[in-house]
């Protein structure tokens, strides 16, 4: 029988067979399939009042006035067939492919669309729908949701529920339905966050309509789906309580992570039995009594020496609860929500005792409250306070460890008995230290390192902190690497596996500096002694005071003395003070700290004084070390000798800071300032007294059997003639400062060049002409003005 047309829409056609509705142009496809398949059709059609179409993205022609959240939300059919399914405009409908059903509103479209349907493309990316789809009216009773529990699936994961993240499940889901299965896009600060919908339950409230004897009731609330399974649908109210489920394969991965142990530290034995005692006692493990202990330690130090490290593996070390808190991770826009979150971690804590809580970084938790400290920050440090206060007053076995790199800056209500009063610093590894942290590190990684190497590459390692002997051993493990690589490239045989040696580590060594040093770092020519003419008395006497302390300290610990805090370094200009500097940072191998006098000063009120007092300090971390001031005149000027008597006020300062680093109440450590000037009688006196700059030393014109090794050293590099004899040239200069005599050499080099760019030779005629340019330029005066000082002093 041939199907007919409905008069009242002359575009579709139903089949007098099987009641099938679709449009006319598909009649000759349904003559050859009909009835048409409900599961793989090939034309839209309506039967039973269900919409049986191909899905299309929906593109509106002209603006129309829908909020994207809205927009999402709606499926958009044709007022033809909304009319032939029995939807109203408004109505939820159920959406449903092979694999997925969910829940949108109808809202209708022009009949151009004829039997299609529309979707926003986020809809379809979200829940990942595929071309053929059904639409029928939701016929059934919809639960109202208490609690849904949802999965985090997508690229950003926050598996955390805090309140700001549930209320905007909430706003965004209130009065849709859901049914497992289904997934929700949550926009947070301009991501996207994507759950999946794994557990929900009903409200027990709103669906206590049932009677015993009413059986159909909750049988209309189930959905029979084609694939024989069945549906509940739940709609979320913003009463309805959002959970997060914690993802599994994290949970894993966390405990799949290495724990740090105990003997994997090297170096720091006698501090972990220490703050052992303590946590021993805060856990109940001795019996003290009714006597309350305080339940606090802070562990601080310099960034990288492994607080965290030690912390970690004390906690590993009991089988306890842990809880780890880090301030990126409790902060929040919202008031009161870090104090409600600490309030929760120290609750947890106590319904979970014994335990114990690491508080990393506790300086940007609980700064040191000043007139600049926000609302926020202070409310947080009261509800710390209180949270330790009521610690401290019960008997629950609990401890806490906080961690800081700037002690200075944690407030200091914390840093009281009762709170935390029990500081422990984990301190700069000495050259001891370095050699067990790095034996225990190399125990993980093949290598033919002796015992000796190992103490050699701890001794040249001043400064480094355990995260710099780490980042060491890396930087050696990928220099074996490369070694490899460049041997199999070359087709020589070899093992495969890569065994770290000691080239591996010097070739690291090159390019690995303390973390402390590196913002002040600064690349010294390589310059060696033997580079540098006579000065064997100031050579002796700079060893004396850098490398007989470093190399020898039980020698000046038997003489009862300690080393020299300062050598002053003073002559004319162009004798060498600054590149006997240059040869004392490459000899000593310490570590080398080049400061310019005037570079310290700043317009600001306390700068200067605090870059002083930063040197000192980043001298100190990194010890032993060298601060090496040119010029030092500019700096420690005798007070009182500027303009009106008063001198300068700033410069009055640094020198008052200057005087106090060097012999004040925090002790110098290994540290040697060396410094250089032009004028020693300009300097302070009260910086030229013993245990302050203790040595000093004159650096002269270079005398006959100076002059004669600059001019050996200089010209071995250089071509030149045989009629050029070297001790004429001596008894010549005599007078001229070492870099007069280099730039004699220079000029003389030079002159050849002008007579021709291709010269290989230097003769004697152009060091004439040299000399009559380079003339010397050390008036006696100044050497008058030197050998009066020297005659003063001694």
């Not at 000759?28 to 398949?37: A, D, I, Q, Y």
């Not at 549930?166 to 896009?185: A, R």
């Not at 690291?508 to 008395?537: C, F, H, N, Y």
Request: a negative charge; charged letters at 25%.
């Amino acid at each position: 029988m041939s199907p007919k047309s409905r008069k009242s829409l002359s575009s579709l056609t139903t089949c007098d067979k099987c009641q099938c509705t679709f449009a006319q142009k598909d009649v000759t496809l349904h003559e050859s399939n009909c009835p048409p398949s409900l599961e793989n059709w090939n034309y839209n059609f309506i039967l039973n009042d269900t919409l049986y179409s191909t899905l299309e993205i929906y593109n509106p022609s002209e603006p129309i006035n829908i909020s994207l959240r809205d927009l999402d939300d709606m499926v958009f059919i044709s007022q033809s067939v909304m009319q032939l399914c029995n939807i109203a405009i408004g109505d939820h409908v159920t959406v449903e492919t092979k694999n997925n059903i969910i829940v949108k509103i109808a809202w209708p479209i022009d009949d151009n669309s004829l039997l299609n349907v529309s979707l926003s493309k986020s809809t379809i990316e979200l829940n990942d729908l595929k071309s053929l789809i059904k639409i029928q009216n939701m016929k059934h009773d919809i639960a109202v949701a208490k609690e849904f529990t949802v999965k985090c699936i997508g690229k950003h994961t926050l598996s955390h529920m805090s309140t700001d993240l549930e209320i905007l499940f909430k706003n965004c889901n209130e009065q849709k339905i859901f049914c497992i299965g289904n997934k929700i896009s949550i926009p947070y600060y301009g991501r996207k966050l994507i759950y999946i919908i794994i557990a929900a339950s009903e409200d027990e409230i709103e669906n206590t309509t049932n009677t015993d004897g009413d059986l159909l009731l909750p049988f209309n609330c189930l959905h029979l789906t084609t694939n024989g399974s069945y549906i509940k649908y739940y709609k979320a109210m913003y009463s309805t309580k959002w959970n997060i489920q914690e993802d599994v394969s994290l949970v894993e991965e966390e405990q799949k992570k290495v724990k740090y142990k105990i003997e994997d530290i090297g170096g720091y034995n006698d501090l972990i039995a220490d703050i052992k005692d303590v946590v021993d006692i805060a856990l109940g493990k001795c019996n003290i009594g009714d006597f309350f202990i305080s339940k606090g330690i802070l562990l601080y130090g310099t960034p990288g020496v492994g607080k965290s490290t030690i912390a970690n593996a004390i906690i590993s070390e009991y089988n306890v609860n842990s809880f780890n808190v880090h301030s990126s991770d409790i902060y929040s826009k919202s008031m009161g929500e870090i104090e409600r979150k600490l309030k929760e971690i120290f609750t947890e804590a106590k319904d979970k005792t014994p335990s114990i809580i690491l508080l990393e970084d506790i300086d940007t938790l609980c700064p040191k409250r000043s007139s600049s400290s926000t609302d926020q920050e202070r409310r947080v440090i009261a509800q710390i306070i209180s949270l330790f206060d009521e610690l401290q007053n019960t008997k629950d076995n609990i401890i806490i460890i906080a961690t800081t790199s700037r002690i200075e800056f944690v407030d200091t209500s914390l840093r009281r008995p009762g709170r935390i009063d029990k500081e422990f610093e984990v301190y700069v590894p000495i050259q001891s230290t370095r050699f067990e942290i790095l034996f225990k590190l190399l125990r993980k990684v093949p290598n033919n390192l002796s015992q000796k190497d190992l103490i050699n590459i701890s001794s040249s390692t001043h400064g480094f902190v355990g995260a710099d002997i780490y980042g060491l051993c890396s930087q050696a493990l990928m220099a074996a690497v490369k070694r490899k690589h460049s041997i199999n490239a070359t087709g020589t045989e070899a093992n495969d596996e890569i065994n770290i040696t000691v080239d591996d580590f010097n070739k690291a060594l090159t390019v690995t500096k303390p973390s402390a040093m590196k913002e002040i770092l600064v690349e010294v020519p390589t310059v060696r002694w033997s580079d540098i003419g006579g000065q064997k008395e100031l050579k002796l006497k700079l060893k004396q005071s850098i490398e007989w302390p470093l190399n020898h300290p039980e020698a000046f610990t038997r003489m009862g003395i300690t080393p020299p805090k300062g050598v002053l370094m003073f002559g004319p200009p162009g004798c060498s003070k600054t590149m006997i500097a240059k040869a004392l940072a490459t000899e000593s191998g310490v570590n080398f700290l080049n400061i310019r006098g005037p570079e310290l000063f700043s317009k600001w009120v306390g700068e200067s004084e605090k870059a002083v007092r930063e040197v000192f300090r980043k001298a100190r971390q990194v010890a032993p070390s060298i601060i090496f001031i040119d010029e030092i005149d500019a700096l420690g000027g005798e007070r009182g000798s500027s303009l009106g008597g008063n001198g300068s006020n700033v410069q009055e300062r640094v020198l008052a800071q200057l005087l106090t680093e060097l012999d004040g109440v925090t002790t110098l450590g290994n540290v040697t300032l060396v410094a250089a000037t032009n004028r020693p009688d300009k300097i302070d006196k009260a910086l030229l007294r013993p245990g302050r700059l203790d040595r000093i030393i004159y650096v002269g014109l270079p005398d006959c059997k100076t002059r004669q090794e600059i001019f050996d050293i200089k010209l071995k590099k250089m071509p030149i003639a045989e009629d050029v004899n070297i001790l004429d040239l001596v008894e010549i200069t005599e007078g001229y400062s070492g870099a007069e005599i280099q730039a004699i050499c220079h000029e003389a080099a030079m002159n050849a060049l002008e007579e021709s760019l291709d010269a290989a030779i230097i003769t004697k005629d152009h060091f004439k002409v040299a000399l009559s340019i380079v003339t010397p330029r050390t008036p006696k005066s100044l050497i008058q003005l030197y050998e009066n000082y020297m005659n003063k002093i001694y």
